[in-house]
């Protein structure tokens, strides 16, 4: 499964299983992950990051005990106008950090195990974070969201490591 190319999406309840399974794998990939390095902005996760082409990813909030959040089927619906612009990473290449502009809240579509539709709001952090696992599932990397001409900056002169995004009240 190529970084580029969109996730299948699953067909629920029916895939249910398969779907239960590549959760517990994203899972388990964000524990050893988190072992060896701290995400003080949070992270995520998408299934084709470890190979499999279907529409799942993970989204562990930067807040202290949050729960991780799961997206199946996940699409963004709508997109404030707001937007920002800062330094995002990727499991995917983690030596370089790029600006990437993002909205300010986004409204996410996903599907339950059991089937049902769910709509969500997601604002600031968390909507930069699902939106670029939504990428993902897109066949979307956050180079493709970067400004012509802005170029990712290597790791070793990112110097936002440790701290979480920053955002006017």
């Known amino acids: 499964m190529a970084l580029t190319e969109p996730a299948r ?9 398969a779907a239960e399974d590549i959760v517990d794998r994203l899972l388990a990939s964000m524990e050893r992950i988190a072992r060896v ?3 003080a902005k949070g992270m995520g996760i998408a299934a084709p990051q470890i190979g499999i082409g279907r529409a799942a990813a993970i989204v562990q909030p930067a807040e202290e005990g949050a729960g991780a959040i799961v997206l199946l089927n996940p699409r963004i619906t709508a997109a404030s106008d707001r937007a920002d612009e800062q330094y995002e990473g990727c499991l995917s290449f983690f ?18 195990l059991d089937g049902t539709t769910t709509t969500e709001v997601y604002e600031q952090g968390l909507a930069r974070l699902i939106a670029h696992e939504i990428d993902h599932l897109n066949g979307h990397l956050y180079l493709d969201r970067m400004r012509p001409g802005v170029d990712p900056i290597p790791v070793e002169q990112y110097r936002q490591t440790g701290r979480a995004w920053a955002y006017d009240s």
């Open 37 to 39: 390095h701290p995400f």
């Open 95 to 112: 030596d370089v950090r790029g600006m990437v502009p993002r909205p300010l809240e986004i409204t996410v579509e996903a599907t339950t």
């Open 9 to 17: 999406l699953f067909a629920l309840p029916a895939e249910r299983e």
